[in-house]
């Protein structure tokens, strides 16, 4: 069975089903396919910040995930490693709100023969063509692996591992990002009262335990600040799922008749969890450059170059932003410092708020000024 399409997208999740659902929207015939049956576990956050919500929005589906259940809370408590606390509230900052929710026919590219999908369905052979193939299908992805675009990726060495708990007492509206001495931890509430724990530690200490991945996990969970008490009255509920190396690089984003999109396109783990608007937001850039070159019948790697600029301008800044955020988590004494100083200057916390909320410019972030602000004594 042959079936033609304008694009093929591979990988359904939020940056793969954003794209198809924006492509559909305007005319475009598409295919979504994926080789998971949903709904699936994978290790992620499970947080939709402020701006995914928009998304969500703009894709007609933000009422069908509220409606499922999805945890809606009104921001982060963040704290460091000597136990200084800073409540990021995007309800109080600017009547925002974020979401945790689960996310929840073996596919392979030809890449002798430009725009063809070869798979199975229902264990009959399965032929897709495209004028252009989007790679949407995460951080090991098929896609950019066969187009031979995959770049090692040497430093940081971190892995993410992520479980759900029942049990875990959350203080107030909030969900918290801990942050220890080798790593953090993010707890994300979840529907029916779950949580989600989400660490990022680094790979060798990962590699170095003594047990198993779950016994690691736990005595990790146990060793944040305030934490062992709420921990030993929870109950983990699933497997621990891991991720990683979790850095991802790529050549390109885009060429003649494909573009890359989510992690796909690359991952720097940002500390600041907004994977999911990246992903989502993805899908909104690659949709607008993807209608606009099939309009004018161009999919050449010139013809879809724009994408890399909109990519550019979208979240370079946002990039720089993370590695600024990153060199403070990697320094204890510098996090407890800065926390303890941003808890004391609403304006400045209000600011990083809307930031890592990205419903403001992250080069807000960046100045001297601000930093400044931020740091002096």
Known sequence: LAMIYDVIVVGAGPAGTSTAILLAERGVRVALIDKARFPRVKPCAEYANPEAM??????????????????????????????????????????????????????????????????TRGGASLTLRGRVIVGADGHHSAVSRLLGLDVPVRWPRRIGLAAHLEGFPLAGDLGEMHVGRD????MAPQEGGRVNAAMVVEMDAFERRDGSVE?????????????????????????????????????????????LVGDAAGFFDPFTGEGIFDALHGGELAAETLAKALERGDVSDAGLSS??????????????????????VRSPALMDYAITRLADR???????????????????????RYLWRVLKP
């Open 346 to 368: 609403p304006h400045e916390a209000s600011t990083m708020t809307g930031v890592l909320g990205d419903y403001r410019e992250a080069g807000m972030m960046l100045s001297p």
């Open 215 to 259: 016994k690691f996990f736990d005595a990790a969970l146990r060793s944040y600040p305030g934490m062992a008490e709420r921990v030993q009255q929870a109950v983990r509920v699933t497997p621990v799922r891991g991720v990683g190396p979790l850095a991802r690089k790529v050549r390109n984003v885009s060429g003649h008749g494909f573009l």
């Open 307 to 328: 994408y890399r600029e909109a990519r550019r301008r979208s979240f370079s800044a946002k990039r720089r932003a993370g590695w600024l955020v990153q060199a403070f």
């Open 54 to 119: 928009r998304v969500l929005g703009r894709l007609g589906i933000l009422d069908r995930v509220r409606e499922s259940g999805a945890a809606v809370f009104s921001g982060i408590r963040v704290i460091a490693p000597g136990g200084a606390e800073l409540e990021l509230n995007y309800a109080r900052d600017a009547g925002r709100h974020a979401l945790g929710i689960s996310r929840v026919r073996d596919i392979t590219l030809a890449t002798n023969q430009a725009g063809v999908i070869r798979g």
């Open 183 to 186: 790593g953090y931890c993010g």
